[in-house]
């Protein structure tokens, strides 16, 4: 097609046999409210504009209906999901400098993006000042999210260039999304094709990725696998990463719709303060498979879903390279199941998920009477929800709610969220919305300790209730939105410092888990630009995002007040000489909140408080493609910005890599 997605849409909500109908749709992009083969349709903007309707979780199969491409998308519903913003889109971004599905979320005004080491090596994300553990991360609508702490949950087995785009999913209510979910979806980048991909570049830098996909009227297979390796940038921030993953689905005119998807991912990396950024000694190892199957069938007004997931995930951490010091062995399981009912007064759901969680551990979990090999402890939980959820969509007006319970090991908890839009014009959209949500405890939170931290059995779980208000504008090649947002969040777990003279004595001088403070989180985010998909500029964009947290108590916490205040970022795409481009992002960020830096590594004797400071970031890349090949020149942080997401950890200076990229099939 020749107009990009960000473009006026136009939805048919039914087949018309008059001849001249096919005429309402040449040169403009529309989408299809109804097919027969149990498929929904999914078409975001690329600019910000929220989805109206987005029950839906993963792109995979590319339907074509003669000049008119179109997405395809199963529907699973995650709870009530009724919006979703757009953090990343291959087809809008394939020209901007991302090799990493970090540095591409490092663009996007909703993330925190916290990384400790190169290439995304080592990565936390945070969603609109929440903590890394207050989000649920999904691929492809199935939450892989990791029990024991949230900074595995990124781990996944995917790389950039099988990922169609990902968003922030908002206002899922009960367990899990707490400030929010990412969903990362992946599709192949054409029916049928090979491709390859190498890279090259300072610090020994080495990344090799072999992709494909097959695909027939009812079968569809996409496999990917990869390495990744560098020397490191400084001491001991060497890695090595090899990722695999495969997703296929098979229609079925009388079975349904079935979608498999699988993958492994194997990490070693230097540590060099990660953790503890007086130490540059620290290494750790981790291990991670996923699968997951998602069935769906209609029947008439009916369709029913399920989905089983599973994930397993090893850790070994060293305090000192080459000796182990945790090992931990975690256990993830889901299922979840639905049925939808359309009618005239709107569709209604009912629905319900399950995760059991379960972690052999050298200290994290009850001691076990018997060690299990290295493990000496355990732990396991079940939790679930259960809903009641109704949509309904009335000329120029929609409107979802749902209400229901989580049920934990720490009694039920109220379940609801309320949304609802308006579209007074074509190209207006207004949409508001509140919803409650929760945080478990993690395993870490409850359990770890060390020689500096006291672990707390007494948590309970994090509480919030969150408001969102915002406007979305697309027109032509321009767009715009604005969003505001406000967090009651309650009950917030963090690990809170104790000086010595403290009242308890077996606290002091040390951290402990605790609940002592309430987050007032007020934000707003700004985006808008041009996007065309012809033309010597194909895109200008420029975003903003600004976050307030106010804290009811007077405590030095670790992580919870590390939040980014201000956040503004700029993309530029150029095209020129016919198969040349050049793309250029650039960030600015300022965080909140002040770190220990210690001026020798290893020695905890001196030390100094400093502010978190502002810093901007400029990566480039310039490009020539013809026909199969396309070869490419980065530059990641080109004026050799110095700077940290966490407390003390440098992260890599300016960094060169050229690469090639040969693809064979693609149409």
């Known amino acids: 097609m020749s107009k990009s997605l960000s473009e006026q849409t136009f939805c048919f909500r039914r087949w018309n046999r ?69 953090l990343f889109d291959r087809k809008a971004q394939a020209a901007a400098p991302f090799q990493t599905l970090e540095s591409a979320l ?69 367990i899990g999304a707490f400030a929010g979910a990412v969903n990362v979806r992946t599709a192949p980048i054409a029916p ?34 990869s390495y990744r390796r560098s020397d490191g940038y400084r001491y001991n921030t060497d890695f090595d990463t090899y990722n695999a993953f495969a997703r296929a ?57 399920a989905a089983v997931s599973y994930r397993k995930n090893f850790d070994r951490y060293d305090w000192t390279r080459g000796t182990a010091m945790n090992r931990h062995n975690t256990d993830n399981v889901g299922a979840k199941a639905w049925g939808d009912l359309r009618w005239r007064g709107g569709t209604t759901t009912l629905g319900g998920d399950y995760a059991f969680n379960h972690i052999y551990s050298t200290n994290l979990g009850e001691p076990l009477t018997i060690p299990n090999g290295d493990y000496t402890h355990a732990k396991a939980r079940h939790t679930g929800n259960i809903y009641l959820r109704h949509t309904k969509q009335w000329q120029r007006f929609d409107v979802a709610a749902s209400a229901g319970a989580s049920l934990t090991p720490y009694g039920p908890a109220a379940l609801w969220s309320l949304d609802g839009g308006y579209r007074p014009v074509e190209e207006v959209y207004l949409h508001a919305g509140a919803s409650q949500s929760m945080r478990l405890p993690t395993f870490t939170d409850l359990y770890y300790s060390s020689p500096a931290q006291i672990n707390n059995l007494d948590l309970v779980p994090e509480k919030a209730i969150t408001a969102r208000l915002g406007a979305d504008y697309v027109k032509g090649h321009w767009s715009a939105s604005v969003l505001g947002y406000y967090r009651a969040g309650r009950d917030i777990i963090d690990w809170v410092w104790h000086p010595e003279d403290d009242p308890v004595p077996e606290w002091r001088g040390k951290w402990h888990s605790e609940q002592s403070s309430a987050l007032d989180t007020y934000g707003v985010e700004l985006s808008g630009g041009y996007v065309s998909s012809t033309g010597f500029l194909r895109r200008a964009t ?32 150029v095209h020129f000489l016919k198969r040349m481009s050049f793309a250029l992002t650039a960030t600015v960020a300022e965080r909140n909140g002040s770190y220990t830096y210690y001026p020798v590594p290893g020695d ?16 480039a890349r310039l490009a020539w493609e013809k026909s199969f090949c396309r070869i490419y020149l980065d530059a990641t942080n080109i004026t050799d910005t110095r700077y940290c997401d966490m407390g003390g950890i440098p992260l890599p200076g300016a960094w060169i890599t050229a690469g090639a990229v040969l693809t064979f099939g693609k149409r």
């Open 18 to 86: 008059k001849g001249w109908s096919a005429f309402a749709s040449l040169r403009r992009l529309v989408t299809i409210g109804v097919l027969p083969v149990e498929m929904s349709i999914l078409l975001l903007a690329t600019q910000g504009a929220s989805a109206q309707n987005a029950d839906t979780t993963a792109v995979l199969r590319e339907l074509r209906i003669r000049e008119v491409g179109i997405s395809g998308a199963s529907a699973a519903p995650v709870r009530s999901v009724r919006s979703q913003t757009p």
């Open 249 to 305: 689905t098979y229609e079925s005119p009388r079975a349904g719709f079935f979608d498999f998807q699988a993958g492994y991912q194997n990490r070693a990396f230097g540590s060099n303060g990660f953790y503890a950024s007086y130490n540059p000694e620290q290494w750790e190892h981790t291990s991670t498979a996923l699968a997951s199957l998602r069935w769906l069938r209609s029947v008439g007004r009916f369709s029913v879903g």
């Open 542 to 573: 420029l975003s903003y995002a600004y976050v307030s947290i106010d804290r009811n108590a007077d405590v030095i916490a670790q992580s919870a007040m590390d939040f980014l205040r201000h956040k503004a970022a700029l993309a530029v795409e």
């Open 106 to 174: 490092r663009a996007a005004p909703s993330v925190d993006l916290r990384e400790r080491g190169g290439k995304g090596t080592q990565a936390d994300i945070s969603i609109r000042g929440g903590s890394f553990d207050q989000t649920m991360v999904l691929l492809n609508g199935i939450d892989f999210s990791d029990a024991r702490t949230g900074h595995q949950s990124h781990s996944l087995p995917v790389d950039l260039d099988c990922i169609s785009g990902v968003e922030l999913l908002e206002g899922i209510p009960g």
């Open 604 to 619: 905890t004797s001196i030390s100094e408080v400093r502010d978190f400071g502002a810093y901007f970031l400029l990566d």
């Open 192 to 225: 049928r094709y090979l491709r390859f991909e190498g890279v090259g570049g300072q610090y020994g830098y080495a990344y090799a990725n072999l992709s494909g996909a097959v695909s027939t009227e009812r079968f569809s297979f996409l496999g990917a696998a």
